[in-house]
């Protein structure tokens, strides 16, 4: 299993945000000159992360972006569920159970299911001042 970029990337992005937090806002070319990153594909990172609340925009010559909530209120889970998706071990857990030919008898259930509580435990305990 392997983090993409939309992840990493969003979250180097987001300890920018964090490390600033109460400063005013920082601009993207400012954080994807830092990282060494893609402005327009920072751009992409920011649309997911202002749908989730996790970000708002400044607008004008001084503007950018800025963390919607305190970086110890924002989790790791929040950042990495925006821009990821909802990581699932299993379709136990998901629409497609309906749909799963094994059902009940999955043999990995119990396992793939211990497994995703203790990853969604581990995102939602650690948060952007974590990183800090």
Not at 17 to 44: D, F, K, R
Not at 76 to 96: P, Q, R, Y
Not at 112 to 119: A, G, M, S
Request: glycine letters at 10%.
């Amino acid at each position: 299993m392997k983090l993409s970029t939309r992840g990493r990337y969003g979250l180097m992005a987001m300890y920018h945000l964090a490390e600033n937090y109460g400063e005013g806002p920082l601009s993207v070319n400012y954080i994807a000159e830092t990282e060494g990153l893609s402005v327009a594909y920072l751009e992409q990172l920011f649309s997911r992360l202002k749908k989730r609340n996790l970000v708002k925009s400044i607008r004008g010559a001084q503007g950018g972006y800025v963390l919607a909530a305190p970086p110890e209120e924002i989790t790791i889970g929040d950042v990495i569920s925006a821009l990821e998706g909802e990581m699932t071990f299993s379709c136990c857990n998901t629409e497609e159970e309906e749909n799963c030919e094994r059902g009940g008898t999955c043999s990995a259930k119990s396992i793939l299911n211990r497994i995703q509580e203790q990853v969604d435990d581990v995102l939602d305990s650690m948060s952007l001042a974590d990183m800090r």
